[in-house]
C-alpha cells in the first residue's frame, strides 16, 4: 500500500473526525479545494474513501442541489493509521526541536 | 436562497463557473460533478458564509476538473494497450474468418491462387530436394564416387570401366575404403510357359558395403556366394517376385532358370530397389576371383567410398597413373581416360541446370500469384476504410489493425496452404508418371522437409501479401467523416497497385519467353532428321537362348530362318535384324587401327553394326553401292559398310568405295562395298558418330540377343509377326519395342517434359498477371462510376472513357513488358544448353511473345473499359 502524503492524511484524518462534505474537509484540513478536491478524487479511485449522494428527500423539499459525502473505507482507515503512526514518530523528532522552543 | 442577495449573486457566479469547468469532463460524470460543486456552493452561500472567500473557493473546479480530465485521458490510453496486449489473435483469427466467408468470391479468388502458387512450388521443391539437395541414401554418400571412361579427342563418355582397372583399385588404392562395380546379365527367364528378356545386373562383393540391402525377403548376398564354386544364387526383384513368382513367402529356396541355367533364390530386393543409376530385375553375385578379373575383358560400372581425409583429386591422380600404365602396357589405346566425379555428380547427369530452371520458374510464379493476393487485399481494403476509420474511433491501436489483416492473410494463406498440398500431392504423382527416367524419381516424395518448405512458403505469403494493404491501411489517421455513404475513400490506390501489376507482367515475360525458347527449340528438335525414315516398321527384340543354340553356327541359323520366315509374311515388305537399332538403346563401339587411318586422326572409335541384310531398305537408310547379300558369311571376303560421316573422315574427297580398312578387334582387312548416309544413332539432339555396319552372318562370335525392324502394310500387327518367328522358333523370347516412330517418340521425352512444365508455369503466369491487370482496372473503375457518370452527363465520348481506362490498365502492362523483355534478354543465356538449333535470343520468340502478352493485356483491359463505357451517368450519379 502506498504511502499517503501529508495532505493526504490530512483529508483522511478530517473524514475520520466526522467532516464528511467536501467543504467541511476544506475548513478542517485548511487546504485550498484546488488541493482537497483532487485528493479526494484521487483516493476515490484507489479505493481510500468511498463516496454517496445524501438522502433524496431534505435536497428535494429545499429544492438545492443534494451534498455529496465521503466515507473511509477499510484500506482508508488502514492508511490513516499507518499515517498517524508515521506523523507519531516525526513528532518524536521535532517535539525536541518544539520541545526547546517551549522551553526557550 | 435564504439570505442576502451577495450570496445568491456569489452563488450564480460560482455556480455558472462550475458549469464551465464541467464542459472539461465527459458527458456521463458532467452531471453528478456539477451537482457535487453545487450542493457545496449552496450549503456555504446559504449559512452565511463569506461570499469572497467562497467563491475563490469555486475557483478550485477547475484544476479538479482538469485533474479528473487528464486522469480519464491516461487510463483510456492505459486500457487500449491493456486490451491490445491481452491475445486477441484467437478472436482476430475467428473474425476474419467470418469475414471471409462472407465473401466468397474474394475468397475462393484468393485461396485459387495461393493453391496454385504454392502447390506447384512445393511439388517442383520436393524433386529438387530428393534428386539435388537431398544426400544420396547411401552410408557416407557424400564420399562416394564413380569412375567413367572416356574418349576425350571423340568427345564419347562415360563408358564402363576396364576390369583391370578394377582389380588395381581394389587390391592396391590406398584412398578408397571399399571399390565395387556390376555389370548387365541381360539373361532370359526361361523353363517358363512365356519366356521373356530380364534386365539383371551381377554385382562384386564390396557392392553390399557401398549399397547395402535390406532384402524384404530372405538374406543378402554373402562372402560364400561370390567363390567360384559356390552354387549359383540370385536375388530376385521385387516386381520379378510379385509377377513371376505370385509374390509367395516359399519363394525362397526356390529355382530361377536364367538362360536355361539354374539359380537358387536366396532373397527378394526391397520394393523399388535401384542400383545408383541403374534398374535391376535381379542380382546375381559375380564369382570370379581378382586374378580373372585382371585379365579378363570385361568392363564394368565402378563406383567406391573414399576414404576419410582423401580427395576426389588425390584419386584422379592414382587413377591416372593406373592408366597411364594401362596404356603404356598396351592394354589400352592412348585416348582412352579414365575420369572420377562425385557420384551425386553424375547420376544427376545434366539434369542439374534444368532442375534448378525449373525452380526458378515456379518462383515466379509463386510471386506472381502473392502480388494478386496483396492486390486483392488492397482492393478489398479500400471498401474496409470505414470499417478501420470505425475501429479506430473505438479505439485500436494501429498495431491492432495491422493485427486484424494479418489474421486474414493468414486464414486466406493456411487453407491456400491445404490446397496447395493436395495439388502438390496430384502433381509429383503426375511427374512421375510424366518422365519416368529423372534420377533418383523414386526417391521423390512429400517429406518433411516438403513439408516444411510448404509452410514457409505459406507464412512467407501471409506476410508479403498481408503486410501490404495491412500497413496501408493505417497510414495516417482516418476520419470517420471522410467516408462516403458507400464506405469508400477518394481513392489513394493511385500507384501501388499498378506497380505491382508491372512487376507481374515482368515475371510473366520472363517466363513465357523461356517457354517460348523452350518451345522453338523443341520444334526444331522434332523435325530433325533422323537419317532413316520413321515409318511405322515394328521393333522387336529377340532373345538367343544359349541352351536351345549353343553355337554360333545355329545362332546365325536361327537368324536366318527368322528373318526368311517374316520375310514370307503376307503384308511384309521388308524385315532385317541387327544387334542394335538406332535410338532404342544400346551401343557398340570399336577401335580402329591407326595403320590405315589419315594421320591426322589419332586414335579412332566408331560406332559398329552387324546387321543382316535388308537392314538399309527396311529402315530406309540411303545407300551408296549395295548392301550385304547372303553370300556374306564366314569364311568369305570380309565386307565393310561404311556412313558418310566415317567416309568424310577416313577418305575426305575420295570415293570409300573399294578402300580398305582395318579394326582393333582382330587386325583383318575389310573392304568397303557400301556407303550409308549417317544416322542419328544416339540421340536426335546428339552428333552423329563415324559408323561402321558388318554383316551380322560374317560376325562369328557368339550373340544371344537381336533386335528385329520389319517394315509392312498397314494391316500387319505385332501379333502376326510373333507367331511367325514361334513358328520358327518356339521357345524365343519376343519382345516388342513398338514402332520405330515411338522409339523416336521417346528420345524426345525429356525435352517434351521441359516443355510441358515450363509451358504450364508461363500460361498460369500469363493468366495470373492478366487476372491481376484485370482484377486492379475493374476495381479502379467501379470506385470511379460516379466520376465516370459525371463525365459522360458532361459529354464525354464513351469511346474516350474506353481509350482513357485501357490506357490506365495498359501502361503498366508495358512497363512490366518492356522490363521483362530487358530481363529476358539478361537471362536466357541460362537455357542455352537446353536449346536445340537456336539461341538463345532467339528473335522469333522476342518477337512473338510480347505480341500475344500484348493481346492478352490488351483483353484484359477491354473488359473494364467497355464497363466503364457503359455506365448509366443517371444512376452512377445517384447512387453517390
Not at chain 2, 529355382?255 to 543409376?277: C, H, K, M, T, W
Not at chain 2, 517460348?516 to 515394328?538: D, I, T
Not at chain 2, 582382330?666 to 554383316?695: C, H, I, K, N
Request: hydrophobic letters at 45%.
Amino acid at each position: 500500500m502506498a504511502r499517503i502524503t501529508h495532505n493526504g492524511a490530512l483529508v483522511l484524518r478530517a473524514i475520520a473526525a466526522g467532516y464528511r462534505y467536501g467543504f467541511e474537509i476544506m475548513d478542517f484540513t485548511g487546504l485550498a479545494s484546488g488541493t482537497a478536491y483532487p485528493i479526494l478524487r484521487r483516493y476515490e479511485a484507489a479505493g481510500l474513501v468511498e463516496s454517496s449522494w445524501e438522502e433524496d428527500g431534505p435536497a428535494d423539499r429545499e429544492g438545492r442541489p443534494r451534498r455529496r459525502y465521503y466515507q473511509l473505507s477499510d484500506q482508508g482507515r488502514e492508511a490513516l493509521g499507518e499515517a498517524v503512526a508515521r506523523l507519531r514518530a516525526q513528532q518524536r523528532v521535532f517535539a525536541e526541536a518544539l520541545g526547546e522552543d517551549h522551553s526557550g | 436562497m435564504k439570505g442576502p442577495n451577495s450570496n445568491r449573486l456569489g452563488y450564480a457566479v460560482a455556480s455558472s463557473l462550475v458549469g464551465l469547468a464541467a464542459r472539461l469532463l465527459p458527458q456521463a460524470r458532467r452531471a453528478d460533478w456539477r451537482e457535487e460543486w453545487r450542493g457545496e456552493l449552496w450549503h456555504a452561500f446559504s449559512r452565511g458564509r463569506s461570499t469572497a472567500g467562497t467563491v475563490l473557493r469555486s475557483l478550485g473546479c477547475l484544476p479538479d476538473a482538469w485533474a479528473i480530465h487528464r486522469r480519464r485521458r491516461f487510463r483510456v490510453r492505459q486500457s487500449r494497450t491493456h486490451i491490445s496486449r491481452r491475445g486477441h489473435m484467437l478472436e482476430d483469427i475467428r473474425f476474419a474468418v467470418r469475414l471471409l466467408v462472407k465473401s466468397p468470391g474474394f475468397t475462393a479468388a484468393a485461396v485459387l491462387t495461393l493453391a496454385l502458387g504454392i502447390g506447384v512450388n512445393t511439388a517442383i521443391f520436393s524433386v529438387v530436394h530428393h534428386v539435388l539437395l537431398a544426400p544420396l541414401p547411401y552410408p557416407g554418400s557424400e564420399r562416394m564416387v564413380a569412375l567413367g571412361t572416356y574418349m576425350e579427342n571423340q568427345g564419347i563418355g562415360p563408358m564402363m570401366v576396364s576390369g583391370g582397372m578394377l582389380a588395381e583399385l581394389r587390391e592396391h588404392s590406398s584412398l578408397l575404403e571399399a571399390v565395387t562395380g556390376y555389370d548387365y546379365a541381360e539373361m532370359d527367364l526361361t523353363g517358363v510357359a512365356e519366356p521373356r528378356s530380364l534386365n539383371g545386373k551381377s554385382i562384386f562383393p564390396e557392392f553390399l558395403s557401398l549399397v547395402p540391402i535390406e532384402p524384404h525377403l530372405g538374406r543378402v548376398f554373402e562372402e560364400g556366394d561370390f567363390r567360384a564354386e559356390a552354387e549359383p544364387s540370385v536375388m530376385i526383384g521385387y516386381a520379378l517376385w510379385q509377377g513371376q513368382l505370385g509374390g509367395r513367402r516359399d519363394a525362397i529356396g526356390k529355382q530361377l532358370e536364367l538362360n536355361g541355367d539354374a539359380y537358387s533364390i536366396i532373397g527378394v530386393l526391397p520394393r523399388g530397389f535401384r542400383l545408383p543409376g541403374a534398374e535391376a530385375d535381379f542380382l546375381l553375385p559375380k564369382r570370379t576371383s581378382s586374378v580373372r578379373l585382371r585379365e579378363s575383358r570385361g568392363f564394368y560400372w565402378v563406383f567406391g567410398r573414399l576414404k576419410e581425409g582423401a580427395t576426389l583429386e588425390q584419386l584422379a591422380q592414382e587413377v591416372d597413373r593406373y592408366q597411364q600404365a594401362r596404356i603404356d602396357a598396351g592394354q589400352d589405346g592412348p585416348n582412352f581416360r579414365v575420369h572420377v566425379a562425385d557420384l551425386h555428380e553424375r547420376l544427376l547427369g545434366s539434369t542439374r541446370r534444368p532442375l534448378m530452371m525449373l525452380w526458378g520458374a515456379v518462383g515466379v510464379v509463386f510471386l506472381i500469384a502473392c502480388a494478386n493476393v496483396a492486390n486483392l487485399l488492397l482492393s478489398r481494403l479500400v471498401r474496409r476504410k470505414r470499417e478501420a476509420a470505425v475501429r479506430a474511433a473505438l479505439g485500436a491501436g494501429r498495431g491492432r489493425l495491422i493485427r486484424q489483416f494479418l489474421a486474414e492473410s493468414a486464414v486466406l494463406s493456411a487453407v491456400g496452404c491445404a490446397a496447395a498440398l493436395l495439388l502438390a500431392f496430384g502433381s509429383i504423382a503426375l511427374l512421375k508418371k510424366l518422365e519416368p527416367s529423372l534420377p533418383r524419381l523414386d526417391e521423390v516424395r512429400l517429406s518433411l522437409p516438403v513439408l516444411l518448405f510448404t509452410l514457409g512458403l505459406a507464412m512467407a505469403t501471409t506476410f508479403l501479401a498481408g503486410l501490404i494493404p495491412a500497413l496501408r491501411t493505417s497510414e495516417g489517421g482516418v476520419a470517420l467523416a471522410s467516408c462516403s455513404r458507400q464506405g469508400t475513400l477518394q481513392v489513394r490506390q493511385g500507384r501501388l497497385q499498378p506497380a505491382i501489376n508491372a512487376a507481374q507482367v515482368a515475371l510473366a515475360v520472363i517466363l513465357l519467353i523461356g517457354a517460348g525458347l523452350l518451345l522453338h527449340s523443341f520444334v526444331r528438335l522434332v523435325s530433325v532428321a533422323p537419317g532413316f525414315e520413321v515409318r511405322s516398321a515394328m521393333a522387336f527384340g529377340v532373345g538367343i537362348p544359349h541352351y536351345r543354340y549353343p553355337e554360333p553356327r545355329r545362332q546365325m541359323a536361327l537368324i536366318e530362318g527368322i528373318q526368311e520366315r517374316v520375310s514370307g509374311l503376307p503384308g511384309v515388305r521388308s524385315a532385317t535384324l541387327a544387334d542394335l537399332l538406332p535410338l532404342a538403346g544400346g551401343w557398340s563401339r570399336i577401335g580402329i587401327k591407326e595403320d590405315l587411318t589419315p594421320e591426322h586422326l589419332g586414335a579412332l572409335v566408331a560406332s559398329v553394326q552387324s546387321v543382316m541384310p535388308g537392314y538399309f531398305r527396311t529402315l530406309g537408310i540411303a545407300l551408296k553401292g549395295h548392301d550385304f547379300s547372303e553370300q556374306d558369311r564366314t569364311g568369305s571376303e570380309r565386307v565393310v559398310i561404311v556412313d558418310s560421316k566415317f567416309a568424310d573422315l577416313f577418305w575426305p574427297g575420295q570415293d570409300p568405295l573399294g578402300q580398305s580398312m582395318r579394326t582393333k578387334r582382330d587386325g583383318t582387312l575389310f573392304r568397303v562395298v557400301g556407303v550409308a548416309e549417317s544416322v542419328r544413332f544416339y540421340g536426335l539432339a546428339q552428333d552423329m558418330e563415324p559408323t561402321l555396319y558388318f554383316p551380322l552372318l560374317q560376325d562369328g562370335g557368339p550373340i544371344s540377343f537381336v533386335r528385329m525392324a520389319v517394315a509392312g502394310d498397314a494391316g500387319l500387327t505385332a501379333e502376326d509377326v510373333r507367331s511367325a518367328i514361334q513358328q520358327v522358333a518356339p521357345d524365343v523370347p519376343i519382345q516388342s519395342l513398338g514402332t520405330m516412330r515411338s522409339i523416336v517418340q521417346a528420345t524426345l521425352s525429356r525435352p517434351r517434359f521441359n516443355l510441358i512444365l515450363v509451358g504450364f508455369f508461363a500460361a498460369t503466369a500469363l493468366i495470373l498477371a492478366a487476372v491481376g491487370i484485370f482484377g486492379v482496372l475493374a476495381h479502379s473503375v467501379s470506385l470511379r462510376t460516379a466520376e465516370i457518370g459525371v463525365r459522360m452527363a458532361l459529354g464525354a465520348d464513351t469511346r474516350r472513357i474506353l481509350a482513357g481506362v485501357m490506357r490506365q490498365g495498359f501502361l503498366p502492362a508495358a512497363a512490366g513488358l518492356l522490363l521483362g523483355l530487358a530481363a529476358s534478354f539478361a537471362l536466357s543465356g541460362l537455357l542455352a544448353g537446353q536449346l536445340f538449333g537456336i539461341s538463345p535470343s532467339d528473335p522469333l520468340t522476342f518477337l512473338a511473345i510480347p505480341g500475344i502478352l500484348a493481346l492478352v493485356a490488351a483483353f484484359a483491359c477491354y473488359l473494364p473499359g467497355r464497363r466503364a463505357a457503359r455506365v448509366d451517368p443517371v444512376r452512377a450519379l445517384r447512387a453517390e
